[in-house]
């Protein structure tokens, strides 16, 4: 009897659980459907902002074995037509199968790995080919933003707001502003201004004066530190750089290399650079000495 009464209770607890489960799906939809209708949003779009989690995650290390499918696919694909490239799954089991991967040295191992990173951070943050495409970065990533802003607003209560634009005048990307609920309001109630207003006041001065390295004297900066080879080096003067055919008529030559190009700037004379990415990555590179000219050895010779 008692046996009976407890499994009752059971039933009856289990019934109250789900009927409290159903109520509140039934009013967080409920919710969804207002909050869309009210701010002219999808009821999905809603509910992947009120449950979601933050989808910047840390980036795991590169492993040995990816490197060496990274390493592969470089030799395999370099000279193929794009639709005869070897897949993924072709290109791990070509990994294991290759005895050429097989006991390596610690140093090859650490070759493999910085070449896969080397070529990541290329990916991630080179420049990129055409006006056209750094505008379409540009806008998916303020896009991308913009969610997780909203998404961090409704889990935490934090109210912010950004302002984007280009740097240069060369540039096509228009000034844009991402904001949460009501943040924007800080302008008109605070600032006298409007968002708007903001973003091209912003936008002037990042053009004229602020996000805008000199260029006119920056290019003159870096033609004269890679036209003309260091003395100290040669011990020959005015030796002008030849960028076509630099291994020829520089480092087979001369015994000198230029080590520590940046990653994602193309290997062109710098007045035929064409985006600010490229002239500021070679700019900072030059002034810290991290790109500099170099004696080779006897090896790299």
């Known amino acids: 009897q008692s046996q009976q009464i407890a499994r009752e209770m059971r039933r009856e607890k289990q019934d109250e659980f789900i009927k409290d ?28 902002l009120m449950t979601s989690q933050t989808r910047y995650k840390k980036e795991r290390g590169t492993n040995l074995f990816n490197a060496k499918v990274a390493w592969k696919r470089r030799q395999v694909n370099q000279d193929k037509a794009e639709n005869r490239h070897m897949s993924l799954q072709e290109l791990q089991a070509a990994v294991k199968a290759d005895p050429a991967f097989e006991n390596l040295s610690e140093e090859r191992e650490k070759e493999l790995i910085n070449a896969l990173e080397e070529e990541k951070s290329v990916k991630r943050t080179g420049a990129r080919i055409s006006n056209r495409a750094a505008t379409l970065d540009y806008q998916s990533t303020i896009e991308r933003v913009q969610q997780e802003l909203t998404s961090l607003s ?53 053009v004229t004066n602020g996000g805008q390295i000199k260029s006119v004297q920056i ?7 890679l036209q003309r080879i260091s003395e100290d080096i040669t011990n020959r003067r005015n030796l002008l750089m030849n960028y076509k055919y630099y291994d020829v008529d520089i480092r087979s030559r001369y015994g000198v290399q230029l080590r520590g190009w940046p990653n994602g700037v193309r290997f062109v004379a710098p007045g035929n650079l064409t985006t600010m990415y490229e002239v500021r990555s070679l700019h900072d590179a030059l002034v810290s000495g991290s790109c500099c000219w170099v004696p080779m050895t006897q090896q790299e010779i």
């Open 21 to 48: 489960l159903t109520e509140y799906q039934e009013s967080q939809s409920k919710t969804f459907t207002d909050l869309a209708a009210k701010y002219h949003r999808k009821p999905k779009y809603i509910e992947k």
């Open 154 to 206: 409704v889990r935490t209560g934090i109210v912010a707001f950004a302002f984007f634009s280009r740097s240069h005048i060369n540039d096509t990307m228009q000034p844009e502003w991402i904001s949460t609920p009501g943040a924007l309001d800080f302008l008109p109630d605070t600032m006298r201004t409007t968002a708007g207003e903001m973003g091209r006041k912003f936008e002037l001065w990042a």
């Open 219 to 225: 290019l003159l900066t870096m033609m004269m530190n």
